[in-house]
């Protein structure tokens, strides 16, 4: 079954904007953690921001939060005042801590900034 | 400090060739993984240890085999390569205690099978 799912394949975004870049997953796993990774066209993994099953707060860095609601399972990523730089592909992934560690990702959403 | 190295960077290899890729670490990390990434998808874990000498399967194992003698290194061997193969390659590593424990990843290894 797929733990993690993005369902927006690619999202448009007009520069200086917010927008909300979904993801979903599924776990019986009570321990676990949420990342959100971003790959620019030059191909590295950078990492953006993480959420512990246990915070009881959102997490936020810089302008990159993180809209955690855990009853739904889902972990959106909301980016503020998006600018040309923004535009890659981002990935949704979660580390269950008691199943040995396995990270996951989801398939990705392929965000472009327009100027 | 260097973070985590792979090599080579590219690669072409014919069907039915085998290789070693290579993954090194600095960061004293613990867990370390190997992920496949096809043009335009997310990445798939092919396999992951939480420590020397012990490794488990991810999602694609198929086709691969790796190992893990120490802390720092954790090869990607691929036997008898096939055009499926044909993929970009990364090795990640984390420190889980106390922290976010986040993935920090290799460059990549492009890898194609003719």
């Known amino acids: 079954a797929q733990k993690i799912t993005q369902t927006q394949p690619g999202m448009f975004v007009q520069e200086k904007e917010a927008v909300t870049l979904d993801c979903t997953y599924d776990?019986?796993?009570?321990?676990?953690?949420l990342f959100w990774y971003k790959q620019p066209s030059s191909g590295e993994m950078i990492f953006l921001i993480y959420?512990?099953?246990?915070?009881?707060q959102n997490a936020t860095e810089g302008r990159y939060s993180l809209n955690f609601q855990k009853a739904r399972k889902s972990a959106n990523l909301v980016i503020s005042a998006s600018q040309l730089g923004d535009s890659a592909m981002y990935f949704c992934a979660m580390r269950e801590d008691n199943y040995g560690q396995n990270f996951v990702f989801g398939p990705g959403t392929r965000l472009s900034v327009l100027p | 400090n260097a973070g985590v190295t792979q090599t080579p960077k590219f690669r072409i290899l014919k069907i039915g060739q085998s290789m070693t890729l290579q993954c090194a670490q600095d960061m004293n990390h613990n867990y370390m993984y190997w992920y496949r990434q096809d043009p335009g998808m997310g990445l798939k874990l092919i396999y992951y240890?939480?420590?020397?000498?012990?490794?488990d399967k991810g999602e694609v194992p198929n086709g691969y085999n790796v190992s893990r003698s120490t802390t720092e290194d954790f090869p990607l061997r691929l036997e008898l390569a096939a055009p499926s193969q044909t993929s970009v390659y990364f090795c990640?590593?984390?420190?889980?205690?106390?922290?976010?424990?986040?993935?920090?990843f290799g460059e990549g290894s492009r890898l194609t099978v003719l």
């Open positions: 240890s939480v420590g020397a000498g012990i490794t």
């Open positions: 776990t019986s796993d009570p321990s676990y953690g």
């Open positions: 959420q512990g099953s246990y915070d009881q």
């Open positions: 990640a590593s984390s420190y889980h205690v106390g922290g976010a424990g986040e993935l920090f």
